[in-house]
């Protein structure tokens, strides 16, 4: 099973940017849908957003839409969320994942998870 890590997080103040990554193991990256999720303490994990496996069609969450973005290169086996104009309700544990179903946002059709990266924003 493809193995996912992130990195990017970080504290950083309301109305900043951040970028996070995700590397996957091996090259049956290309093949998945690739998802990002957050979870906040005391909340269940939710949809950010999602990519396919070529790149052409991303959907995010209302709540990010149109300040982040995500993105993949598929010869560096890496997903990429760029988040700007960030608010302290998005501070939370980012998650990336996998998933066979394309563009999916329900975290069960996601077959592999990442460890997650924290990112946290202050007022």
């Known amino acids: 099973q493809v193995q996912l890590e992130e990195s990017g997080g970080g504290m950083v103040q309301d109305g900043d940017s951040l970028s996070l990554s995700c590397v996957a193991s091996?090259?049956?990256?290309?093949?998945?849908?690739m998802g990002w999720f957050r979870q906040a303490p005391g909340e269940e994990r939710e949809f950010v957003a999602s990519?396919?496996?070529?790149?052409?069609?991303?959907y995010y969450a209302d709540s990010v839409k149109g300040r982040f973005t995500i993105s993949r290169d598929n010869a560096k086996n890496t997903v990429y969320l760029e988040m700007n104009k960030l608010k302290p309700e998005d501070t939370a544990n980012y998650y990336c994942?996998?998933?066979?179903?394309?563009?999916?946002?329900?975290?069960?059709?996601?077959?592999?998870w990442g460890q997650g990266t924290q990112v946290t924003v202050s007022s």
């Open positions: 990519i396919t496996w070529n790149g052409a069609n991303t």
């Open positions: 994942a996998a998933s066979r179903r394309s563009g999916t946002a329900w975290e069960g059709e996601y077959h592999a």
């Open positions: 091996d090259r049956t990256f290309s093949d998945f849908t």
